[in-house]
């Protein structure tokens, strides 16, 4: 018995290796899985078979060849299921439909202001029901639900905290899962991001990353060694409530003087209502305030300035704390880089140590807003994967 159960391990690992050598270096024959894998030719034919029945991967004409007959070559079939992956921001909501590589066929975006969970709960089903909607045909139909929120969300998956949208002790997981009868993966958005960063943006070539997702608030995942570090119960990546300032503001968490007290897109917001910026008749906004800056109004650009050096104080700490290879700045205000990265990196470059800035990268992020959606989809597609699709022995 444990002999079988071994085998069937061995079998799956196998199968597993030969369709991840298959997604990335398609086309490509069997022989050159062989060759890849160091698995033998008759392993790698029975289990290329098994793939071809489970319609996840296929083959397309013959490829070039070496001497002898030209070999059949082989796809991975990315359209063979669908995986949705939505940001509940504080103030919006983003979900998109990607296929089994990631990319985004469909999306939609909408404003939330009413943060109460009933509200929210009923807007999240409204967008996975138009993402369904929008689902092509496909073999295995739509594979999940990932959903990253801003908040500490324990390992099984429960929102324990969210200070900025009011939650606590939410089972969104149980509720969705029950609804729509798909796998459901809740993640801190922080986390969701720097995975999707690592998976389909600026990370890729990373081993040791720091994202920091600035929005409302601030969130940061830890990419170490390869691995999403998640800390011992789940909860890591809480920088945004490091303090910065002992006697500073009061936060919704409890503390004072929290790092997204003074770096974030409600600190910018409260900062350029304290100024004045606009009339009384505008309702200020990060986009209304980058137009204000792209069209040269001073007082926005010293104020968006004034942010990046906030940003600069925190990850001076991250930079000191972690010595990552890369930082990547992402969600709503990465699309402020163009007046708040000069600052940003005047503090890091004149204040962190210098050995931990060496062969340091510091990136905005690629993906901007999408950096958390395509994370959850991307942890429904390994989830996906990592079920058992081979037949028992």
Known sequence: ????????????????????????????????????????????????????????????????????????????????????????????????????NGNIIYETKVSINDFSYPSVLKQLI?????????????????????????????????????????????????????????????ENEANAGAYGEKMFGAGKDFSNIIYISVGIGIGVGLILNDSLYKGNNGFSGELGHMTIEINGLKCRCGNRGCWELYASEQALIKRAEELELVSSDQTISLDLLNELAENGHMETIQLLSGIGDFLGVGINNIINTFNPQQIIIGNRLATSEKWIKSSLDDRVNNYALRFNRDELEIKFSELTTHSTSLGVAAFIIENFFKSDLVTNP
């Open 1 to 100: 018995m444990n002999q079988t159960w071994n085998q069937h391990v061995v079998k799956k690992e196998n199968k597993t290796l030969v369709l991840e050598v298959i997604k990335v270096k398609s086309p490509i024959s069997r022989a050159d899985i062989a060759q890849v894998t160091g698995l033998n030719k008759g392993t790698v034919s029975s289990l290329v078979s098994e793939l071809i029945d489970e319609q996840l991967i296929y083959e397309s004409g013959p490829g070039q060849s070496s001497g002898g007959r030209r070999p059949v070559m082989l796809l991975f079939n990315q359209n063979a299921g669908y995986s949705i992956g939505l940001d509940l921001g504080v103030n919006y909501l983003l979900g998109v439909l990607t296929d089994l």
């Open 126 to 186: 409204k967008s996975i029901e138009y993402l369904m909607s929008s689902t092509p045909e496909s073999p295995y139909g739509i594979i999940g639900i990932g959903i990253g929120v801003p908040g500490i969300v324990s390992n099984e998956g429960s929102i324990l905290l969210a200070p900025n949208l009011g939650w606590e002790n939410i089972d969104l997981k149980t509720v969705i899962e029950e609804t729509f009868g798909l796998p459901v993966i809740i």
